[in-house]
């Protein structure tokens, strides 16, 4: 079990861990407060923030270099006993009507989140995941072409996620887990909670990949980020329609229409105002008869 953590996405980050191809990783993370919150008597403003957003890594997976793509694959995600939820200073759509600054402690009771007087099923899922970038260094906070805070609610336990590599190794790294976070986490926050996930982690050799792709049971995603949300769906357009291209042997256009026809434009992350980029995805339906979008082939 991993238990090193880091605070930026980086080629200079030392791995803590070598794997080969096809081996199974488990990884220890700090929730995104670095755990410093633990009573709902403790605000967000409280804490020191040079230790938020921790992830636990990197790895460095043997034979995974630059123009390779990351495959990993989420095989579980187990969650402690209570979560964190806030409101974040100057963050997301209601807080000019909702200006105070709270902490909720939520527990988990056999697999119910418990909010004031109700409860509804946890849905695990990882914020912070993906590679270092190809230049300079990220924090865990932010997102990019190299994957980090996605804040994806459907990068959960049975799904893929695919990353452009950049750097010999890949150092793949991951952290901040959610217990349940509603698209557009517009408060800021996620019910953020420690835990342990447990991946797969294999390498496609020489695939052109720009952005992160998550492969869920009946889904295809592009997942991109801007400060301008316009921007990020175009990104994780472009990219789709390049993959469709490429897997369906569709042109450009027709690729354009059928995304168009049967795609689905979805935010991960849109707490605007505040300084975190936009996250989006743009998904199509697996098909049947039809290659992955992203084969060892292509
Ligand atoms: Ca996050
Ligand atoms: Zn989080």
Redesign the pocket.
Known sequence: MIRDYVYEFSSKNEPVKRVKKGEIVTFKTL??FSNQITTEEQLITGIDFNRV?PATGPVYVEDAKAGDVLVVDILKIDVEQAGIASTLPETGPLIHRTGELRTKVLPIKDGNIVFNDIEFPINPMI??IGVAPKEGEVPCGFPGAHGG?M?CNKIVANSRVYFPVSVPGALFQLG???AS?GDG?ISG??V?IGGEVKVKLDVIEDFQLEWPVLETEDMWYVIASDDNIELALRYACEQMQSLINRAYGWDMTDAYIYMSIRGSFEICQACKPSGFPAVVRFGVPKIEEKPGLISSKA
């Open positions: 929730d995104c957003n914020g912070v805070n804040d901040d887990l959610h976070m986490e926050t996620g953020e």
